[in-house]
């Protein structure tokens, strides 16, 4: 006979009701939260006075942000993602980006005991055989993997080596599965957006992330893009080690860098004034880098890095930027890119009609419930498309009645909508 392994069945347990565990975390949090919002609505109706109402806005959404922040950070994977999402200027209200945008490094690392079991069965020889130095600190960790330093055997150069996590996928899908009937409840009783559309991308999109091969194949793609079409590509694309890619692992060029969010601290160290002339100069610069890496890639490639969140972008030696993680990408057809060209235009020189017939192009199904409909199409399509805030909006409110969300009901949407 043969004996019981109790730790053995103990962890196939475990693993059974994490999912369980996680999903009654999500409810219990979720519904706290849109709860909290649906009390401050009823409440802040009895309020006239304008002024009084953004200040009792702001504070729901510091309230809102800190519960939001504690469930992303607290049950991690997939909602480190969402964090990521909502942590954009212009998408959520100012106090979420505030606190969410801190997420974006922060996701737990995986013990180097199990790193190295990945890597092993991956690359099929053990790490001595195949690195000649290997960092067993990670240099950082997001949702899906984690990042090693390290140096190749015969090689001199340092590169980056990206493992998944074990196990992650089984819980992140559970995650989206949560997420989408959330976003089915508040399309249905609430917001008249086509919520669970967005949902359904970003199933796809993160089942891709899984794929490192796909990842590799994406990034040499835009690399070799970027450098075939400019005399200096505007940003630093790592160089895939081809040899050395599996589903589960990664191996590219280390490239020398501080993440964006940390710049300012930097310049401090340094003693450059944030809002000296050198400071103001490199900021043009990296928005010039990443306007035209974005420009060229989605109008003239139809082939984009879809997920430029914070700490996936790199500042180097002289103000250059560095472009990281090419695990979400998206491709346009023609058709879209002349779309969402129109729309940026529209947006641009603020002309209603022209959004109104890109919003067809784009096949954007709209269902308007108020008398001006293009106008309010205008207004939606800076909620969602533009990187500011409309025009004398102080604070994003998506529940609030006078919400061009509310006014227009978003039947249908393309994934061009996710991949901003």
Known sequence: MHAIDFKEIQEKLSDSFRPWQRSFQFWSRASDIYTGYKVFQLRVSFVKDVQKQEEMWETQHELAAHKIYNMCSDLGGFFLKVAQILGKPDLAPAAWVRKLVTLCDQAPSTPFDSIRLVLEKELGNSIDEVFETFD?????????????????????????????????????????????????????????????????????????????????????????????????????????????????????????????????????????????????????????????????????????????????????????????????????????????????????????????????????????????????????????FDTKMPPGVAVLQPFSEDSSIKKISVERNYSLFFAR
């Open 136 to 384: 067993d600190k990670p240099l950082g960790s997001a949702s899906i993997a984690q990042v090693h330093r390290a140096r190749v055997k015969g090689d001199k150069r340092d590169v980056v080596v990206k493992v998944q996590h074990p196990g992650v996928e089984k819980l992140m899908m559970t995650d989206i599965r949560n997420l989408q009937i959330f976003a089915l409840y508040l399309q249905k009783t609430d917001v008249k957006f086509d919520m669970f559309s967005i949902t359904k991308e970003m199933e796809k999109q993160i089942g891709y992330e899984f794929d490192f091969k796909r990842e590799a194949n994406a990034m040499e793609k835009i690399r070799r893009f970027l450098y075939d079409n400019n005399r200096k590509s505007p940003v630093l694309v790592p160089r895939v080690l081809p040899h050395l890619v599996t589903r589960r692992v990664l191996v590219m060029d280390y490239i020398d860098g501080i993440p964006i969010l940390r710049l300012g601290d930097e310049m401090a160290k340094r003693g450059i004034n944030p809002r000296g002339k050198v400071a103001e100069a490199a900021k043009l610069n990296i928005l010039s880098s990443l306007s035209k890496a974005y420009g060229q890639m989605i109008l003239k490639s139809g082939f984009f890095h879809a997920d430029p969140h914070p700490g996936n972008i790199l500042i180097c030696k002289g103000s250059e930027v560095a472009l990281l993680d090419y695990g979400q990408v998206k491709e346009l057809p023609d058709h879209l890119r002349l779309g969402y060209a129109n729309l940026v235009i529209a947006i641009a020189d603020n002309n209603a009609s022209l959004a109104s017939q890109s919003f067809r192009e784009l096949g954007i199904v709209t269902f308007a419930k108020c008398e001006n409909e293009q106008q309010e199409l205008l207004q939606l399509a800076k909620t969602m």
